[in-house]
């Protein structure tokens, strides 16, 4: 496993031991390095970390969609 593999893991655990993530799912999601890559760059444009980018746009998503109400 490469060190930035590690160090996102153990980011991962520390953060889901915070107050913040009260009533949110952990799960691993596998995706290609170039993908990550693609979502980091935008995450960073943006102002996000890569996991609020990928909240942001499954939220944005799901009330596209009509399955999720506009908050």
Same mark, same amino acid.
């Given at each position: 496993?490469?060190?930035?593999?590690?160090? $996102? #893991?153990?980011? &991962?655990?520390?953060?889901?031991?915070?107050?913040?993530?009260?009533?949110?799912?952990?799960? +691993?999601? $596998? #995706?290609?390095? &170039?993908?990550y890559k693609l979502l980091e760059k935008w995450a960073n444009d943006e102002f996000?970390? +890569?996991?609020?980018?990928?909240?942001?746009?499954?939220?944005?998503?799901?009330?596209?969609?009509?399955?999720?109400?506009?908050?």
């Open positions: 496993m490469h060190l930035a593999s590690k160090t $996102r #893991i153990m980011k &991962s655990e520390k953060a889901q031991n915070t107050s913040e993530n009260k009533g949110k799912k952990s799960f +691993v999601l $596998r #995706i290609d390095e &170039s993908t996000r970390s +890569v996991n609020g980018q990928i909240e942001y746009l499954l939220h944005q998503k799901l009330v596209d969609s009509g399955r999720k109400k506009k908050e």
